[in-house]
């Protein structure tokens, strides 16, 4: 199971770290994600990471301000948010294992999620 913490209310500009840990499974050796899911929207892909964390991705809307990151040894996965914008407001979901492309598969799983706010 995955579960996301670290979600908040922050002001535009602000920054936010999100953290995602696994248990009753290991992820070490999988590409994992982050996704989220403003209200009225699909759900959309924001970043991913290679299972040694040498390869990253991300979205348009959040390279360069964006950082994925995992720490292995822990079974957990990060993204650090800076320059947030009210855009960025959205629940984030961790998941895992995704393809490379940030796509999901059939044995994807999903966490519950954290929201995430941000006032203008």
């Known amino acids: ?3 996301a913490f670290g979600g908040g209310l922050v002001q ?12 009753g499974r290991t ?5 994992m994600g982050w996704f989220r899911q403003a209200p009225g929207k699909e759900r959309e892909f924001v970043a991913r ?3 040694k964390a040498s390869d990253t991705s991300y979205a ?15 079974n957990t996965m990060y993204l ?3 320059s947030l914008k009210p855009e960025d407001t959205a629940v984030y979901y961790c998941a895992g294992p995704i393809g490379l492309t940030g796509s999901s598969r059939s044995d994807t799983s999903w966490g519950p999620g954290t929201q995430v706010t941000v006032s203008s």
Request: hydrophobic share 35%; glycine share 10%; proline share 0%.
């Open 12 to 23: 535009a500009g602000g920054s936010l770290r999100l953290s995602c840990t696994a248990s």
């Open 27 to 31: 992820f070490s050796s999988y590409v």
């Open 80 to 82: 650090q948010m800076n």
């Open 49 to 51: 990471i290679s299972w």
């Open 1 to 3: 199971q995955l579960q």
């Open 60 to 74: 348009g809307s959040v390279k360069g301000r964006f950082a994925i990151s995992r720490d292995n040894a822990k």
